[in-house]
């Protein structure tokens, strides 16, 4: 199969700053189709009944209930749903509230929530070393995401894709870090990582409805090239590559040699399938509020304070900021956190700060000072990557002055 040629990076065409994924086999659609045609419903279930398990890569039909049994838990365990003959559509509607589909594609039962099928997936994982940051980003996006929702009413409607999901990841994630600002536990490593979060989402711009899912797996995986625990990253559509930003500073200085990201594995797991082609990406320099002030190089100062992920016409300056934090990085030794930008890959760099402010000295507290507590521009990075999927429009951005930096790899 020839590999479809790449697109141009972001600092390529200006004209074409995102380059769409690719054509993917056994998705139930593909991204970068034309919205459906006049006469079709808004948010009607993708042709095909082919899906591909984000867990196990089994390609299913979502049609085949005897395959792929409808399930409710129970005290007793899974039980399969079937409709009775005469059955209200009311009752069947309400019985299967909450219910899953379970999917033994490699012997083993795992489920998916009961429409993942009939709606279009967005895969997004996050990618970084442990104790990056990664699940503190991820929480603070998808809080402030649906906080700030009305920012994109013309664009996109969202609601929990498993609402159980969503309140477990609320108690979980979101109340103890962001009501009652504790620190998290670190991502347990799993035999088999599932989505940490998903949202069905309607886009006006494609037209249709999507399975919008984030995995957030234990840095351990990626930094060990463990890919047996990681075979979403066959199916991802998109990335969020999160690099410790504290790792830069060492007391007072800068360290002459900040720690490895933990990029590598995920970076192999793509170039190994060509013919995907390149994968929208973002790189976040998390816990960027440790670089703020910084006397030395204001870099970092000039972009975390500012107000710019109120509406997607903020983007405009995505490229700026991106050329910016590139240059950066590199001045600070910090060359492997930029590896995404591999030759044609559409990829932003951005600072952002989950907690706004570093984590109290005293380890034992787990927790952050009231102080200064609260995201800062976490959402920036999400907006850029679906602006990058396809799943709203891509917004012009303003081309940086000067020569574009050179190239990593010659």
């Known amino acids: 199969m020839t590999a479809p040629p790449r697109q141009p990076g972001p600092y390529g065409d200006p004209k074409n700053p995102y380059g769409l ?32 398990c984000p867990y196990c890569l089994n390609t299913i039909d979502w049609q085949d209930f005897g395959t792929v049994p409808l399930i409710r838990e129970t005290t007793e365990g899974p039980e399969v749903l079937t409709r ?11 019985r299967t509230l909450g219910a899953k589909r ?15 099928g009939e709606l279009e997936p967005l895969i997004i994982g ?14 603070s996006m998808i809080a402030q995401l649906e906080r700030r929702r009305a920012m994109l009413a013309g664009e996109l409607t969202f609601r929990p894709l498993d609402g159980r999901l969503r309140q477990r990841f609320y108690e979980d994630r979101v109340r103890p870090f962001l009501e009652h600002r504790r620190v998290l536990a670190r991502t347990a490593r799993s035999d088999r990582p599932e989505f940490a979060y998903g949202l069905r989402v309607a886009s006006a711009h494609t037209g249709r409805s999507h399975a ?13 090239h463990e890919y047996e625990a990681t075979p979403f990253m066959s199916l991802v559509d998109g990335l969020i590559y999160v690099a410790d930003g504290s790792g830069l500073r060492s007391g007072d200085r800068w360290n002459p040699w900040p720690p490895e990201p933990g990029f590598a594995a ?18 976040v320099v998390a816990k960027s509020d440790v670089l703020d002030g910084v006397a ?19 983007l405009r300056t995505a490229k700026l900021e991106s050329r910016e934090a590139f240059q950066f990085l590199r001045r600070r030794g910090a060359e492997l956190w930029l590896e995404p930008f591999q030759p044609g890959s559409p990829v932003t760099l951005h600072f952002a700060s989950a907690s706004g402010v570093p984590q109290l000295p005293d380890r034992e507290l787990g927790a952050f000072p009231d102080d200064g ?33 050179p190239p990593l790899y010659y």
């Open 126 to 139: 996050i990618v970084g070393a442990s104790a990056a940051g990664k699940t503190h980003l991820l929480t």
């Open 266 to 283: 995920a970076i192999a797991q793509l170039t190994d399938a060509p013919s995907r082609g390149p994968v929208p990406a973002v790189i």
């Open 102 to 116: 379970q999917c033994r594609g490699d012997g083993e039962p795992h489920y998916l929530p009961a429409d993942y």
């Open 21 to 52: 994924p690719p054509a993917q086999d056994g998705r139930t659609q593909q991204y970068g189709q034309q919205p459906r045609a006049f006469g079709q419903q808004y948010g009607q279930p993708a042709p095909g009944p082919s899906v591909t």
């Open 84 to 94: 009775a003959l005469g059955e209200s559509d009311e009752r069947w509607r309400h």
């Open 296 to 314: 030395d190089d204001e870099t970092v100062t000039r972009w975390i304070g500012r107000q710019d992920e109120t509406r997607l016409a903020d």
């Open 212 to 224: 919008v899912v984030f995995f957030d797996v234990a840095g351990e995986h990626f930094v060990g």
């Open 373 to 405: 507590f609260g995201p800062k521009r976490v959402l920036r990075p999400l907006l850029s990557l679906f602006s990058m999927t396809g799943l709203v429009p891509a917004i012009e951005m303003e081309e940086p002055p000067g020569p574009p930096p």
